[in-house]
Nanobody
Framework: QVQLVESGGGLVQPGGSLRLSCAAS????????MSWYRQAPGKERELVAS???????NYADSVKGRFTISRDNAKNTVFLQMNSLKPDDTAIYYC?????????WGQGTQVTVSS
């Protein structure tokens, strides 16, 4: 059974950093594309970063140069390093993977950027 569990969110001041973790079970992250999405209040869920699993990564324009997606295959975990955080980055962040037409999501972790 595929399961994704996010952690690492919290309250941070503008310009600060956070690292989100997504612990996976039921499959090996090294074999599949993994992504991070976020959803801010009143807005649609949006793709933040994705890793196809073949060293190809993609980022939303709004986070390029500030966020980095990575994997630790030994821990079966995906990370999102977020630097130079802005108030507009405030959202619930979700880990995601997909098998054919089936989408798997974690429960989300709240990130709040505020002074």
């Amino acid at each position: 059974q595929v399961q994704l569990v996010e952690s690492g969110g919290g309250l941070v001041q503008p310009g600060g950093s956070l690292r989100l973790s997504c612990a996976a079970s039921g499959f090996t992250v090294s074999s599949y594309a993994m992504s991070w999405y976020r959803q801010a209040p009143g807005k649609e869920r949006e793709l933040v970063a994705s890793d196809t699993g073949t060293t190809k990564t993609n980022y939303a324009d709004s986070v390029k140069g500030r966020f980095t997606i990575s994997r630790d295959n030994a821990k079966n975990t995906v990370f999102l390093q977020m630097n130079s955080l802005k108030p507009d980055d405030t959202a619930i962040y979700y880990c995601h993977t997909q098998r054919l037409w089936i989408h798997y999501w974690g429960q989300g972790t709240q990130v709040t950027v505020s002074s």
